[in-house]
């Protein structure tokens, strides 16, 4: 009976800590320029009860007691909780107000400061990593001849044995060295009932000098990618990976900030890209890029055990942590 009380007590609580509602940006004004819907930072951080502070002229933060953002003029760079976030559009001023896309605030800042209120239809049981590339496709190769393929199917392995202790259901799109089709691996996490599909992959750049990690995501319908010119106009075509837009913002992030917690490389930030294997996904879907071969000490890292076994715990904890937010929304929702 003592039990039941507790329980009841602790779902209340639930309840009061995540309340149904409508979204508060859902309420915040919008601007149109040029075409595009805009809303306001100081609008955004007034729905969040967020206090904003331009201390420099050119970026702006936006401080809560839990959670904080910040943002720079005409850049598509901010963070959320010192992690890197990718825009789908530059932050602007105009007339003297800084603005932000309503497209950004609806599925980047909402899902971030609110992930309960969009994962509470999600599983979170099946996780299928996705080792890229095998076989003749090598991928990126160093210097010193280490290839992602291999370190990658690697790093797989070492966290799927964490993901199973943790009582997780894990499946490999590959297992060995073989080389598999790009959709191939969708199907396949399809037919087992994926929660959460991860890919992982090693970078490579045309020069040494760029390291560090990255995750991506599907970019939303109609944006373009995080490396395209900020004039590009995005492509229009809306992708079975594109209905879970939030849920794919909230996983990305939980990746990008369990690589850089385990890793500790440089933070390239959570990136959008309409990689084919996102596109395809099943579930909400992210892929790693965990270091670059193109740089010769990321690459000499590949080459110990401890800095993979670092990126499987990287791997395995981003997912966790997607799993855990999964379970408490279910919890929350009515
Ligand atoms: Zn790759």
Redesign the pocket.
Known sequence: MLRRIFSVIFLVGLLFAFPCQAAPIANVRVTTIAGMRFVSLKDVAAAYGLTLRVPFGKKVYLQGKWNSWTFEVDSRQASFNGTAIWLHAPMMKYRGKWMITQNDAKSIVDPLMRPYAYLSGRGYRVVVLDP??GGTDT??RGRRGVE??RV?LDVAMRARVHLANAGFKVYLTRETDRFIELDERAIKAARWGADAFV?I????APNSAPKGLETYVLTDVGYPSTSSSARSRGEKTSYAGNRFEHSNTALGYYMQKALLEKVKGEDRGLRRARFLVLRNAPCPGALL?CGFLSNPAEEKLMLDAKHREAIALAVSKGVIDYFNAVKKARVAAP
Request: glycine share 16%; hydrophobic share 25%; net charge negative.
């Open positions: 890229g590339h991928g990126a992602e393929k990658v890919s992959h090693l970078n490579s890029e």
